[in-house]
Each structure stands twice: as C-alpha cells, then as structure tokens.
C-alpha cells in the first residue's frame, strides 16, 4: 500500500531515475539532508530553536556553551602547559547549525580566560552552503578573534592543534538500513511508485553490500551481540552508521594534537539493537514535530539516527582516536557546575523575573533525564599524544 505522505518531489524523481529507479536508504538519507541544491541542510531551510524545526542544547540560550567552555579551557591549558609548538590553539567546530554554540563558546573563554584568548582561533567546518550563510550572520561579528570556515581536507594538509567539537552532529550523518526476514538481511532501498501520475516514495528490499555482511560478521567483537537478535518479528529495521570508520579517520588527521567531543542522542547497543525497537532509531523533525514517517517531506525536514556507544567508541578508537571517557549530558553539566548558575538565579531582582524563569526552564532542559540530560557526552583524544594529560572536569563527580 502506498503511503499517501511519501510524496516525491520533482527533483527526487530526477535523482532517483539517474541512479536506476532505486537507491539505498543512506544515499535518501544524504540526499534529502546535503543534496546541494535542494537537501534540508543545504538550501538552509533548517532552521533551529525554540521557533525552529528542533532545539539543540545550544538553541536554549548561552549556559550550555558556558558551561562546556569550562572543559574547553582546561583542554587549552593542557595543550599549553604540554608545551605545543603551535602559536595559535585551534577551536574547531563541526556542523555548527547556526553558530550560536561557536560564538558563545567564544565569548565565554574570553571570560573565563582572557590571556588565552588571544590565542585561539575559531574554525568551522560546515559541508552545507545554506547553512554557512546562517553562521556568517551569526559569528562575523565576533571581535578580535581569528575566524575561518574550512574543510576537513584542507585541514588534514595543515593539521592543528585544539580542540574539535561536534554537538548534534554525527547523528546527521547518513546511515544504512537493515531490514532482517526469517532467513535474510536486506539493504534497505528507496524508489518510486506512480499512482494516478503521481510519483510516490517507497521502500524496496536491496541486496546487502559486502561491507554490510562485514559489519554483522563482527557484531559481536564490535558491539558484544549477534546478529541477528534473539526474538526479533519479522522485517525488523536497524540501522548502521556505516560512515563513522572514514569520517573518525579523517577527523583525527586534522588534529596534531588535541582532543574531539561528541555529544549526541546515543544508547548501547544492547538497547539499540534490541528486539523490540523494530523500527530502528529514525526520525524526522519539522516544527517541532518529531515524525515516523521518515519519507514524508523530503528535503523540508530533518532525519536524524541515534548513535550506538559500543560502535562509535569502537570506530574512533580504531580510526585514530584514544577515548578518554564517556557520561551523560546531564552528570557532565552537573559536573561542569549548572547547579551553580541555577542557585544564582535565586538572586534575580523582580524585574528580571521573566527572564530568571526562562533561563531556569533551559538549564532545566539541559538536564532533563527524559530529554537533552540523556545524550551522550563522549570525549577522545588524538592518538600518539602520549605526553599529553588532558584532564577531564566533565567526568568528575557533580559539585552541589
Ligand atoms: C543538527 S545540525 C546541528 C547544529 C549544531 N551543532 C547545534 O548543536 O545546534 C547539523 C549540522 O551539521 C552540518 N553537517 C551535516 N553533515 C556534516 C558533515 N559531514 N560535515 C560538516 N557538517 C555537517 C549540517 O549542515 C548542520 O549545520
């Protein structure tokens, strides 16, 4: 049956017709997200916020990055006290959004740490034209700080030294879909249906691929289960983020030396690969609304998968990476000191009130076990940078 809501665009067609009539479910997934034309990221139709399509930790107002910007500048400190030959320490961000995280980051380092500031520069790696465009709004005015965009490649030919952070940002990531039937594994596939001249969008079974047969031969050493799971219905869906391996590798050939700081919505695999998420962790964002129906609107709404723990560690840690530790959003904040900016409030004059109340309501929303409190905070260090201690204030039992 035809899902009346998977309706194709004029454009989609044209790209799925051009690959042979179907395509895998990570080629849809890059497509309806960074297709350069008409992707959901590229056209910078995204938008994030409270007013937008989702709200990101950063979106909630300028505690988070204050409170991150703690953990950044002890990083810093290390990199100096190591001793590094580099004269500039590099923030670099990934997949900034808007910005707003890059430019409070900033902001706050240059209160919590004045003399280091004049040390730093801000890089950004953004894939997505429309969305650089937002960002140069936002971070241009920025003063007195050393600011550029730049890419991964570029990067890799004059490494630096710093910090990378990546909010948000692995979870956009395309990922393949694995449905399993009694006796098979299929890649999943999308491609079109006409009814009535119209073209719709529809899933269709793929061969898997090699690299996918790979992946289920080594569940168990990589996320300590077997495929496929015990008592699982027939066509259960799961994901694989079959881009994490390349993108850790190319991440850690842009640092000299340094550490990178993922956060993101994530769960272990026991969770993640379990028999009853039979649809896998897929999901669509727009206004707000979080949505199943992940073929509906493509290129005007978000996709966005959950990352497995075990997996991501794992890539990163055979890509180039050294993991330092691993703890949810709401313990690291906790640790960081978010009680602190929350007892401050109880000083508000009255005519802050409004204000005070807002503010409290984000740092609430920060932590929120049921919410953005549950993701991921996981931290890693470049590999062969044995000289260097990076102390990590986030993993630390919360300060009351
Ligand atoms: C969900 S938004 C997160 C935004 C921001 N980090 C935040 O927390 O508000 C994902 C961002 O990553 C960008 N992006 C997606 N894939 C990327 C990639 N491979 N390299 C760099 N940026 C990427 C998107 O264009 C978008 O700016």
């Not at 600011?147 to 940002?169: F, H, M, Q």
């Not at 596939?189 to 899933?203: A, P, T």
């Not at 700081?261 to 272990?268: C, G, P, R, S, T």
């Not at 978010?338 to 807002?358: H, R, T, Y």
Request: with cysteine; proline share 4%.
């Amino acid at each position: 049956m035809i899902d009346q809501t998977a309706r194709c665009p004029k454009w989609l067609i044209e790209r799925i017709v051009d690959c042979g009539g179907s395509i895998s479910f990570h080629k849809y997934m890059d497509l309806v997200l960074n297709d350069p034309e008409n992707g959901f990221y590229s056209t910078g139709r995204l938008n994030i916020g409270r007013d937008g399509d989702f709200c990101t930790s950063p979106s909630l107002g300028n505690d988070f990055a204050r409170l991150l910007a703690i953990q950044i500048v002890d990083w810093f400190l290390d990199l100096e006290k190591s001793g590094t030959k580099s004269e500039l320490l590099s923030l670099v961000e990934i997949g900034p959004g808007e910005g707003t995280l890059s430019r409070d980051l900033i902001v706050a380092i240059a209160e919590i740490s004045p003399a280091l500031i004049s040390r730093i520069e801000l890089v950004l790696i953004e894939l997505n034209l429309g969305m650089k465009k937002r960002q140069e709004k936002v971070v241009n005015n920025l003063e007195g700080i050393n600011l550029r965009w730049s890419n991964i490649e570029d990067l890799i030919l004059r490494p630096v030294t710093g910090v990378v952070i990546a909010n948000e940002v692995l979870d956009a990531l395309p990922v393949e879909r694995l449905v399993f039937t009694e006796n098979n594994v299929f890649r999943q596939g999308v491609s079109l249906r006409k009814v009535n001249d119209e073209y719709f969008l529809e899933f269709v079974d793929l061969s898997p691929t090699s690299e996918i047969m790979k992946f289920l031969q080594n569940s168990n050493s990589l996320l300590n289960i077997e495929f496929p799971p015990k008592g699982i219905c027939d066509r259960w869906i799961t994901e694989w983020h079959c881009d994490l391996p390349n993108f850790f590798g190319r991440l850690s050939r842009i640092l000299i030396n340094g550490s990178l700081l993922v956060v993101d919505y994530a769960m272990e695999s026991r969770r993640y690969y379990s028999a009853i998420r039979k649809d896998g962790t897929l999901i669509s964002y727009r206004n707000q609304k979080a949505n199943s129906d992940i073929l509906k609107d493509p290129g005007l709404s978000d996709l966005t998968a959950h990352l497995c723990i075990e997996s991501t560690i794992n890539y990163a840690m055979t890509n180039g990476w050294k993991f330092m530790g691993e703890t949810r959003q709401g313990q690291a904040l906790l640790a960081l000191g978010l009680s602190k900016f929350l007892f401050s409030l109880q000083n508000i004059s009255s005519q802050d009130l409004s204000a005070a109340l807002n503010r409290r309501e984000s740092l609430l929303r920060l932590v929120d076990p049921t919410g953005l409190g549950e993701f991921r905070w996981l931290a890693f260090q470049k590999e062969n940078s044995d000289d260097l201690a990076l102390s990590n204030r986030f993993l630390e039992e919360p300060i009351n």
